[in-house]
């Protein structure tokens, strides 16, 4: 924990302090939008030598709230389908709250060993993505299509889009979410992928309404994962050994609030390719930096 008690906010300056917000707009909007935001803001921190477990729990803590209101501007969507919500968000908690004990722990040395094999998998998930969204927008217009016209009909499409969703929740999709948030609270980089990829196969919905569904569950994780880490921090470890830094928690939450509002204004406006590169470019980063530190530092 050395380099976590010699790094100081107030000795970052004003430019890496600006650094960090710009990363954190940048990541609420990707989140929001696609997923990922956490390979934006989680090379970033690495890269100026926050620890690596420091880093993801600061830095998940600091996102919630752009989570939150990513989901809120999907407000609508989620409500076609909040019939889900109540099998989803259970599992989505749970799974969170053993990915959050996993990390918190541990040894950081386990972390540091498995993190960069994470940020791999992360990123062939961002590499992935367009043929994931494309094969899932595919489902869901093959679900959109209209029902058997002999089977009764319900008042209007919203109906059959929220009974057709609620009759797709079965035992694999909430193991699934279960797993998605085990990971999700032990990395938190791309679990919005693996979500979307999830419910892509098993989730009777709009392409719309499942990003809705995933900005909701990815929050409820963060959310579950930043209370497991304020328990240990402050209950167990010693005050020398505490992990999270509260100044980069504010700067992030502010600056992933700012970006889960503009999430979709940024998505309509910026290359998709332009987005993926950057995603790629600073977890490569952060892989480098952290292979560096496992083996050479």
Do not use: C
């Not at 008690?5 to 609420?28: K, N, Q, T, Y």
């Not at 043929?131 to 029902?147: K, S």
């Amino acid at each position: 924990m050395e380099a976590l008690l010699e790094f100081e906010l107030h000795g970052l300056g004003i430019g890496l302090l600006l650094l960090i917000f710009v990363a954190a707009i940048w990541a609420g909007s990707i989140n929001t939008v696609v997923g990922s935001g956490t390979l934006v803001t989680f090379p970033v921190l690495v890269a100026m030598g926050v620890p690596p477990v420091s880093a993801t729990v600061s830095n998940a803590m600091g996102l919630i709230a752009g989570n939150f209101t990513g989901a809120w501007g999907y407000r609508r969507e989620i409500v076609q389908v909040k019939s889900v919500l109540k099998r989803l968000i259970p599992a989505s908690f749970l799974g969170g709250v053993i990915g959050a004990t996993l990390l918190i722990t541990l040894p950081e040395e386990v972390f540091g060993t498995v993190a960069p094999v994470l940020i791999v998998i992360s990123l062939a998930m961002v590499i992935a993505q367009p043929r994931l969204a494309a094969w899932v927008r595919r489902r869901a217009a093959e679900r959109t299509e209209d029902p058997d016209p002999s089977s009764p009909q319900p008042e209007d499409d919203s109906e059959i889009v929220a009974r057709k969703a609620a009759d797709s929740v079965g035992w694999p999709l909430i193991l699934l979410v279960f797993l998605a948030g085990i990971y999700g609270g032990y990395f938190v980089a791309a679990q919005g992928i693996l979500l979307m990829g999830i419910m892509g196969i098993l989730l009777a919905a709009t392409i719309q309404q499942a990003n809705g569904v995933k900005n909701l569950l990815v929050a409820f994780v963060n959310l579950t994962a930043a209370v497991s880490y304020v328990v240990v921090d402050y209950l167990i470890r010693d005050p020398d050994d505490r992990v999270i830094l509260w100044g980069v928690v504010a700067i992030i939450a502010v600056g992933s609030t700012l970006g889960g509002f503009l999430g979709a204004w940024v998505g309509r406006k910026l290359s998709p390719l332009v987005l993926r590169a950057v995603i790629i470019t600073l977890g490569l980063v952060a892989l480098a930096v952290m292979l560096h530190n496992l083996f050479l530092g």
